[in-house]
């Protein structure tokens, strides 16, 4: 059962989230264009206020909290590159804006009928608003990529513990059966291209048990997989010779051995934790260079959630248990992947590891609607995006807010994506 309450409280948990992780920066570090492929962070900030105010505003019958700022936070209408040149609200401005949105937010939230069978489909089961509280978490993640390349000097240490130490080992791999599966969600929270569920026939095929680790991708660097052009599409190769790839990203050479920097922090490399800051192409090229090859989004799926004993569809891999920290490396409790093995509790019904938490992972899929897909409740959340140029990630990151985190939530970059947190598992026919 939905309650206003309950809602108020997710959009409460994801501002606060958001202004702790901006909190030690400076204004002219937030202000500034890091990367080409990153907004500047105030941009993000106003941003998620203005999607807040269209949507939990406007759309449910308000009038703009303050108007002419639409065009300026548009993600459409101002692609990445130029933000910084935008005429940006300062920071003092940006969190006004946010607070003055907020308050129109809970007023309209008060009057709207959020209960499941609700005439407006909008509000049904809370459905915009929990869609709203997950655009401000996605971007949250976003932030700590964008940070992630901020120059070591201007390095930001946030609050975070360890992460739990490996408990057991996982076997290499595991089969999962062939046979029919239920595909997609129905869950209150699920977004347009999570629907409908439908039926998926797969032949039986075996994937990792878990992610693949540093130490294997290591191996690979190591035998030469970027100088070897066999192993990679000619798309791959051809961004691996012009980007002059030799290692994922954030990985440097050590003396004899590999180290990489993380926030700010030059470490060893740890052989037993999941690769992350790989892009599609050098996940595919591993896979093959291993005589395997990247499971299809569906297969992912299926590892995930399908109960052989039970023929049914989970809600997470352990159970329709809510995730607990015994469960998944989600929330962005610690800073990055725990080590392969850490979560015992949380391996799926088949015998698969860390699929949700810890890094995102590419799949073989291109991005495409499901049988019956309609978008709701707008075109450009999946449906502009549906095609070959995208490639489907899966099974959510350390940075992604559980509420994000469900192993049914599709989500999509370019191939030479490569740093946001994501990995990959690999898998082969039975
Ligand atoms: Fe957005």
């Known amino acids: 059962m939905t309650t206003t309450e309950d809602l108020a409280a997710a959009l409460e948990g994801s501002r606060a989230r958001f202004v702790a992780i901006l909190e030690p920066l400076d204004e002219p570090v937030l202000r500034r264009q890091h990367d080409v492929l990153m907004s500047p962070l105030l941009w993000d900030l106003a941003h998620v206020a203005n999607y807040e105010d269209l949507w939990l505003v406007r759309a449910l019958g308000g009038e703009p909290t303050r108007a002419g700022l639409d065009d300026l936070y548009d993600a459409f209408q101002q692609p990445r590159g130029v933000r910084e040149a935008l005429p940006l609200l300062d920071l003092a401005g940006a969190r006004a804006y946010g607070d003055a949105v907020r308050l129109e937010t809970l007023r309209w939230l008060d009057a709207a009928d959020v209960s499941p069978d609700s005439p407006t489909r909008l509000t049904r089961d809370g459905f915009v ?29 946030l609050l975070s513990s360890p992460p739990p130490p490996s408990q057991v080992t996982p076997p290499d791999e ?25 039926e998926v026939d797969l032949p039986p095929f075996w994937i990792d048990a878990a992610p693949v680790s540093n130490g294997q991708f290591r191996t690979f660097v190591e035998e030469g997989g970027y100088d070897e052009p066999r192993w990679w599409t000619n798309a791959g190769w051809k961004w691996r010779q012009e980007a002059g790839l030799v290692a ?5 050479r050590d003396g004899r051995g590999w180290a990489r920097l993380r926030f700010g922090v030059v470490e060893a490399l740890p052989d037993n934790e999941p690769v992350q800051h790989v892009g599609w192409y050098e996940a595919d090229a591993y896979a093959r260079w291993a005589s395997r090859r990247l499971p299809t989004e569906a297969e992912w799926e299926k590892a995930a959630l399908y109960d052989p004993d039970t023929g049914a569809t989970r809600r997470w891999p352990w159970g329709d248990d809510d995730p607990t920290d015994r469960h998944a490396n989600l929330g962005q409790r610690h800073l990055g992947p725990a080590p392969i093995g850490a979560y015992p509790d949380g391996v799926s019904a088949v015998g698969c590891h860390q699929m949700v938490g810890d890094t995102w992972e590419w799949t073989a899929s291109d991005f495409r609607a499901y049988p019956g897909f309609e978008w709701f409740p707008y075109a450009e959340y999946s449906d502009v995006f549906y095609g070959p140029d995208y490639m489907v990630l899966r099974g959510s990151s350390w940075a992604t807010d559980p509420s994000v985190g469900r192993a049914t939530f599709r989500n999509w970059d370019f191939p030479i994506r490569r740093q946001i947190f994501a990995g990959f598992r690999t898998a082969r026919d039975a």
């Open 174 to 198: 595991v089969l999962v059966p062939g046979g029919p599966f239920r595909m997609g969600s129905v869950d209150p929270g699920a977004l347009d291209n999570e629907r409908p569920v439908h």
């Open 248 to 252: 994922p990203q954030f990985w440097r």
């Open 129 to 157: 608003h929990r869609m709203v509280a997950q655009h401000e978490h996605q971007h949250a993640e976003t932030l700590l990529a964008a940070i992630q390349l901020l120059p070591e000097a201007e390095g930001h240490v």
